[in-house]
């Protein structure tokens, strides 16, 4: 809580969708945990679908989805340093550190023997890239994490959730946001798990939010198909840890019963992706 404070005090005169924060309080004899409080933020957020009633046109999905590149590429682009952020994380490294990790936590948390999980893990060690310039990351950057203006859908306002955020790799950010990015033509057992309203007519694909990012920053992203691999891996490995609690009996929430399947579909798109050199 105190780390997330800290990142939000200092980032956002330089980035204002960052939440204005006002006081980071210690004492758990208050709440029973630290807290902090920010300015509310007044918008739309969007998750699977749009809310009824709410008109969602082809141009307002087009706008909205270079907004949302922009706005990511904008993170991208702070000079952390000149804001007081440098000692936020440790970018040498980090793309290989994030992939040993995130494998070590789906040991973990197994539940099954999945074959994909040392497909993708051997395929992954053999095709570790060198990281790409460090830059601050959000790390969970999506729809449902980002609050639009009511009265304009294509301009975000404000992010939310920054308890990741760090400093490492800006494109491994991007494989995070593209990893929860179903299109139109992915298959249904993708369509099943669409997060957001990316599919909807006028929604751009991932591979056009890619071109995007690169016009906007003029980065290098041949690498991005190692990216999004490994993102979805990621994400496979949250739904796993999870669904594990579940497995164990910390949790008896009977929704959770059907997440192996979701962890499964996610696995086989992250190995068709590395099969196929496609995103």
Same mark, same amino acid.
């Given at each position: 809580?105190?780390?997330?404070f800290?990142?939000? %005090? $200092?980032?956002h005169?330089?980035?204002?969708?960052a939440?204005?924060? @006002?006081l980071?309080? *210690?004492?758990?004899s208050?709440?029973?945990?630290? %807290?902090?409080?920010? *300015?509310?933020?007044?918008?739309?957020?969007l998750?699977?679908?749009p809310?009824?009633?709410?008109?969602?046109?082809?141009?307002?999905?087009?706008?909205l989805c270079?907004?949302?590149?922009d706005?990511?590429a904008?993170?991208h682009?702070?000079?952390?340093?000149e804001?007081?952020?440098?000692?936020?994380?440790?970018?040498?490294?980090y @793309?290989?550190?994030?992939?040993?990790?995130w494998i #070590?936590r789906?040991h973990?948390?197994?539940?099954?023997e999945?074959? #994909?999980?040392?497909?993708?893990?051997e !395929?992954m060690q053999?095709?570790l890239?060198?990281?790409s310039?460090? /830059?601050l990351?959000?790390n969970?950057? $999506?729809?449902?994490?980002?609050?639009?203006? /009511?009265?304009?859908l294509t301009k975000i306002?404000g992010? +939310?959730d !920054?308890?990741?955020?760090? +400093?490492?790799?800006?494109?491994?950010d991007?494989?995070?946001?593209?990893?929860? !990015?179903?299109?139109a033509?992915d298959?249904?057992d993708l369509? $099943? @798990?669409?997060w957001?309203?990316t599919?909807?007519?006028?929604?751009?694909?991932?591979k #056009? +939010?890619?071109?995007?990012?690169?016009q906007v920053?003029g980065?290098?992203v041949?690498?991005?198909?190692y990216?999004v691999v %490994?993102?979805? %891996?990621?994400?496979a490995v949250i739904?796993?840890q999870?669904?594990?609690?579940?497995?164990v009996?910390?949790? $008896?929430?009977s929704?959770?019963?059907?997440?192996p399947?979701?962890v499964?579909?996610?696995?086989?798109?992250s190995w068709q992706s590395a099969?196929?050199?496609?995103i």
């Amino acid at each position: 809580m105190g780390r997330e404070f800290h990142v939000l %005090f $200092k980032l956002h005169d330089a980035y204002p969708p960052a939440p204005k924060v @006002l006081l980071y309080c *210690e004492d758990v004899s208050i709440l029973g945990a630290p %807290f902090y409080l920010m *300015e509310p933020i007044s918008g739309v957020i969007l998750r699977r679908d749009p809310p009824q009633g709410l008109t969602f046109t082809p141009d307002t999905a087009r706008g909205l989805c270079e907004s949302f590149i922009d706005n990511l590429a904008r993170l991208h682009s702070i000079n952390y340093s000149e804001i007081g952020l440098s000692d936020l994380g440790r970018p040498q490294g980090y @793309l290989e550190r994030q992939f040993r990790g995130w494998i #070590e936590r789906y040991h973990g948390s197994k539940t099954h023997e999945l074959p #994909e999980i040392e497909q993708i893990s051997e !395929w992954m060690q053999k095709n570790l890239p060198s990281s790409s310039d460090a /830059a601050l990351v959000h790390n969970d950057y $999506k729809f449902d994490n980002v609050i639009l203006d /009511a009265n304009d859908l294509t301009k975000i306002i404000g992010v +939310l959730d !920054w308890e990741m955020c760090t +400093l490492g790799d800006p494109l491994s950010d991007l494989g995070g946001a593209l990893a929860y !990015w179903v299109e139109a033509g992915d298959s249904d057992d993708l369509q $099943k @798990l669409r997060w957001g309203p990316t599919s909807f007519p006028g929604s751009m694909t991932r591979k #056009e +939010l890619v071109e995007r990012y690169a016009q906007v920053t003029g980065r290098d992203v041949s690498n991005m198909v190692y990216c999004v691999v %490994f993102a979805r %891996f990621k994400v496979a490995v949250i739904v796993q840890q999870i669904y594990y609690r579940y497995h164990v009996g910390l949790t $008896k929430d009977s929704r959770f019963a059907a997440m192996p399947d979701v962890v499964r579909t996610l696995l086989r798109s992250s190995w068709q992706s590395a099969q196929s050199g496609q995103i």
